[in-house]
């Protein structure tokens, strides 16, 4: 499976945008899909995930309010969406596949997308 996600790019402060990342390859199995970000200088840090299969999302309690996760099952596509962007929220995202045993701990994910770089400017 390979995982490609797409969608970043400069954005103003109280703006959205939308990322997405196509699984491809063998039939996708995975638990749950999620998206982690990392700042510069900073760890990496759980955005959002979605069970794959049941639809149950998660997102920390700062972030739930500004951010969702949702996914098209028939594409195998997961997106994010991002509406009143900070630029605290300035971070490469990734997308990830796996999760099983603890959605929002990225060292259960066993695939991961290249990256894609969101900047917001104030």
């Known amino acids: 499976v390979q995982l490609q996600a797409f969608g970043g790019g400069l954005v103003q402060a109280g703006g959205s945008l939308r990322l997405s990342c196509a699984a491809s390859?063998?039939?996708?199995?995975?638990?749950?899909m999620a998206w982690f970000r990392q700042a510069p200088g900073k760890e990496r840090e759980f955005v959002a995930a979605?069970?794959?299969?049941?639809?149950?999302?998660h997102s920390p309690d700062s972030m739930a309010g500004r951010f969702s996760i949702s996914r098209d099952y028939s594409k195998n596509t997961v997106y994010l969406q991002m509406s009143s962007v900070k630029p605290e929220d300035t971070a490469v995202y990734y997308c990830?596949?796996?999760?099983?045993?603890?959605?929002?701990?990225?060292?259960?994910?066993?695939?991961w997308g290249q990256g894609t770089l969101v900047t917001v400017s104030s």
């Open positions: 990830a596949a796996g999760g099983l045993g603890g959605i929002t701990q990225s060292r259960l994910y066993y695939r």
């Open positions: 390859g063998r039939t996708f199995t995975s638990y749950a």
């Open positions: 979605i069970v794959w299969r049941g639809g149950t999302t």
